[in-house]
């Protein structure tokens, strides 16, 4: 593949960009965002991680007419169940209770009621009196990248990273659940660490790096 072009990311999130751009720095491209070509957002209605990615990334191939990576991440907790898990970024827009999510097949990157605070604050709630203990999490991204809308050979790559949630919030760096999720071989949460640390140990990370080792060899 030509080492200089264009990508778009399937994302509106400027923070987003700026640590994919540096996931990715080897390949030598340059990534837009889905919002330089549209405010149309993608329909993700799948339950799975792997299906909401190609959604995405097919939107945003589609409405850009690059090539494009999409990921599709979340934060799954133990003890409730493994929510948020895909609905991470709506987390708060939900009315369910934590421990006992019933979902709409309606879901958005971004929306009234979904923001990190109101997220952070949700799962809080749903962790009041839970033990440090059984506070396990994991946070999942699944990264995928598309040729072009129609691809029939999409380039997946995964990622996983194990942690636990604190009971308040700390650290300012970061996004999402960064400032709740603590990292034990680190003895901090994930939004105190250093952007070059993170960027080499998270799920986005560990995704992007096995994404990058395919990518090269196509």
């Known amino acids: 593949m030509n080492a200089a072009r264009e990508i778009v990311l399937a994302s509106r999130n400027g923070k987003k960009l700026a640590e ?27 339950p799975t991680f792997v299906e909401n990615a190609l959604l ?16 599709d991440s979340g934060i799954e907790v133990a003890a409730l169940n493994g929510a948020p898990g895909v609905h ?17 097949n309606e879901r958005r990157d971004a929306g009234p009621g979904a923001t990190d605070a109101e997220n952070n604050a949700k799962l809080l709630a749903g962790l009041s009196g839970v033990p440090t ?48 999720f603590f990292v034990p071989e680190h003895g901090c949460s994930s939004a105190e660490l250093a952007p070059e640390v993170k960027n080499r140990i998270s ?13 090269r060899t196509l």
């Open 56 to 71: 995405k990334a097919r939107h945003a191939a589609r409405v850009s007419g690059l090539p494009a990576i999409a990921d």
């Open 203 to 215: 799920h986005r990370g560990r995704a992007a790096a096995a994404l990058l080792a395919q990518l």
């Open 133 to 180: 203990p059984q506070r396990g999490a994991r946070f999942v991204c699944v990264m995928t990248f598309l040729r072009h809308p129609y691809d029939p050979v999409p380039v997946i790559a995964e990622g996983l990273w194990s942690g636990t949630i604190l009971e308040a919030p700390r650290g300012g760096r970061g996004f999402g659940y960064d400032p709740l």
């Open 20 to 46: 994919m751009q540096a996931l990715l720095a080897p390949l030598g491209w340059t990534l837009r965002l889905v919002s330089d070509f549209t405010d149309e957002a993608a329909e993700e209605t799948a």
């Open 88 to 104: 991470s970024a709506r987390f708060a827009a939900l009315g369910a209770n934590p421990g006992g999510l019933v979902v709409s």
